[in-house]
């Protein structure tokens, strides 16, 4: 069984960076894809960014050009580099993983608070 464990959310101000955290363990695994999604209150659960094993990216028109994923050399852990916060960034973010989209295995979710 795999499991996902997030790390690095916490409180900053606006204009301030985080680097969110995900590290995988369990059974042995390969991903295809690795990502990040977060949630408002309030809100539908949505898309972030996503890395593909090929290298690509996708991100949210709304982090584009803030937000980063990576990875290690492993694959196992992934990070999300968030630089340039913004209030509207506030949610819950949760990391993912698959062989494709939709993705099957998620993390508990990791709280992002970014104040005015």
């Known amino acids: 069984q795999v499991q996902l464990v997030e790390s690095g959310g916490g409180s900053v101000q606006a204009g301030g960076s985080l680097r969110l955290s995900c590290a995988a363990s369990?059974?042995?695994?390969?991903?295809?894809?690795l990502g990040w999604y977060r949630q408002a209150p309030g809100e539908q659960r949505e898309l972030v960014g996503l890395?593909?094993?090929?290298?690509?990216?996708n991100y949210a028109d709304s982090v584009k050009g803030r937000f980063t994923v990576s990875r290690n050399k492993l694959g196992n852990t992934w990070y999300l580099q968030m630089n340039n916060l913004k209030p509207e960034d506030t949610a819950v973010y949760y990391c993912?993983?698959?062989?494709?989209?939709?993705?099957?295995?998620w993390g508990q979710g990791t709280q992002v608070t970014v104040s005015s």
């Open positions: 890395l593909h094993v090929s290298g690509n990216t």
């Open positions: 369990g059974s042995k695994f390969s991903f295809n894809v």
């Open positions: 993912a993983a698959g062989l494709r989209t939709p993705l099957n295995y």
